[in-house]
Structure formats: C-alpha cells, structure tokens
C-alpha cells in the first residue's frame, strides 16, 4: 500500500504505523461535568465502519509527521492524506 | 597508573568496495548537527541561518547548500528538524553552529552516531533499487533531494549528491545510525552489483 504523503509524495506504507479512528486527536476536556463519561466513551466506543473511515497514521520512519488518512476498508482506496496538524486547526484546536 | 591514549574509531573502519560500476565508501571527517526549531519559530530561524551562514531552509525533501561557505548542506529531515552537515575543522564545530541559530533553535551534536556511507557510480541507482522504498529516479529524487526512510528495516537518511565530474554517474549519500552500521552495511553490500 503506498500512502501519499501531502509534503512527501507517495511513500511505502512500510515506513508508517497506524494509531486507529482520526477520533483520537480529540481528547476530551478533565475538567468537564462529564469528564468520566467522555473519556468511557473517547476510549473504548468506535464505529465499525464498512467504508469510508478516517485513521491516524504516523510517519515514524519518516518525517516524524502525523498524517490523517481517508481510507475505504472495503477497497482499501486512499481518498485523502493531510496533516494531522492541519486538520486539528481546521477543527478548532488553537495548534 | 596508565597513561591511556585514546584515538577515534570511525563506525566502519574507512570501509571501500568496488564493483562493477559501483562504489561504496564510507566518508569520515563530517560533523552532523541537528537543528529543530521552537513551535512557530521557524520563521526567525530561517532569517538567522541566512545572516550567519548564508544558508536557506529547505523545503520538505530537500537540502540546501550555503552560499557563503561552501560544504555546509542543510537537510530537511522532519517536521521543523534540520541537519546540517558540513566538514569538521578547527573553526567549524558544534560550538559554531551554536553561535549562529543563537535562542532561535536546539540543537543536538549527532556527528558520531551516525555513520556516512557514499554510493556512487552508473550502477548506484540499481543497487539502492533492490533495498530502498524510495523511487531515486532523476525526475524525481534530483540533486538535493534528501528522503528519510527504511533500508532493509534500518533507518536511513539518503541524499542525493552532485554527480562525479569525471561522468562516473549518479552519488548517493547514505546516513544510518552507527549501532547498526554494520548491519546496514551487510544489506548494501548485499544487493548488486556488489553481490549476486
């Protein structure tokens, strides 16, 4: 499988390691009311799709670089690969 | 008491093979200094590198060469990670890397955890095909570019270097960690035209 990297082109997917649903990269607030039915819930509850599935990937023979990968499980087709820093800006985090 | 003399060992002895159309020849004498740059402060890094070494940042992939003093590259090997390589001498050391990206970088001194292999020749580019990911054709790998990535499961930063004058091909530098030099050194010499 080769993983086309948004500032490096296309890359083996030898070189990455996979982390799981792109969900992660949103750690609940500790603080909140609900912090202990958030984090029960960011932990252990995913969907178990057939399809379109956005996954965190890390460049760890590489660039060092976390990437957020659009992949379908049922082809294994790649639609989309950006920075995972990008993506967490896109959706509102500060950095 | 013994009055011990240490001398410097380099990680593969001043190894050199040659095959047909290919040489492998370890490079000592070359420090290597990482240079990562703070959370948003690449920018400043990159006006202080221009001022003092006369160097640009690269872009992702590739090097940069000084344009004030030769044989210092930059290299692009990261997120806000650079390595710059240049010739050790009296004048140019750790501490003058220091002086010149100041509060505006960390950097690590890495020159003796690496070791430096240069594989040059016609038959360079088949010899990395059999064991490199990393599609090193001309239109896309051209002089300058730099790619981190796997060599028979070792790390490896592989640059491509100016072709030799005399039309002796294409010239890779190869930079491995030193633990396993002699392993990666096994996986190079292993694949043509060093070994069939």
Redesign the interface.
């Known amino acids: 499988m080769i993983i086309n990297h948004p ?6 997917a ?2 990455f390691s996979y982390l799981g649903d792109a969900s992660l990269m949103h750690r609940p607030e500790w603080q909140s009311d609900d912090a202990e039915n958030q984090f029960y819930e960011y932990q252990y509850l995913r969907d178990n799709k057939a399809g379109i599935h956005r996954e965190l990937w890390y460049h760890e ?5 976390w990437l957020v990968v659009t992949r379908n499980t049922l082809t294994h087709e790649i639609s989309s690969v950006e920075l995972a820093s990008d993506v967490a800006r896109r959706e509102g985090r500060s ?1 | 008491m013994f009055d011990y003399k240490l001398s410097p060992k380099s990680p593969l002895d001043g190894f050199v093979l040659e095959a047909d159309g290919a040489r492998l020849r370890e490079i000592n004498g070359f420090a290597l200094i990482s240079i990562a740059a703070p ?1 948003q402060g690449e920018g400043a890094l990159k006006s202080v590198l221009k001022n003092t070494l006369g160097i640009d940042l690269p872009k ?2 590739f090097s940069s060469r000084s344009e004030t003093t030769p044989d210092i590259t930059l290299m ?4 806000d ?1 650079w390595f710059v390589r240049f010739l050790e001498t009296e004048k140019s050391s750790v501490e003058w890397v220091a002086d010149a990206v100041g509060n505006f970088a960390a950097i690590t001194d890495q020159s003796d955890s690496w070791t430096q292999i240069e594989l040059s020749g016609i038959s360079a580019r088949m010899s990395l095909e059999c064991v490199l ?3 090193t054709d001309p239109s ?1 790998f051209p002089e300058g570019a730099v ?4 060599l028979e499961h070792l ?1 490896v930063i592989v640059t491509r270097q100016p072709n030799a004058a005399d039309g002796g091909g294409y010239c890779f530098l190869l930079l491995s960690p030193r633990s396993s030099a002699k392993s990666f050194l096994h996986a190079l010499t292993g694949s043509p035209p060093f070994h069939f």
């Open positions: 500032l490096l082109g296309p890359r083996d030898t070189e023979q590489g660039d060092r670089s950095r | 959370h992702p992939g692009s090997v990261g997120h990670q990911p990393v599609d896309v790619s981190r990535t796997v790390g």
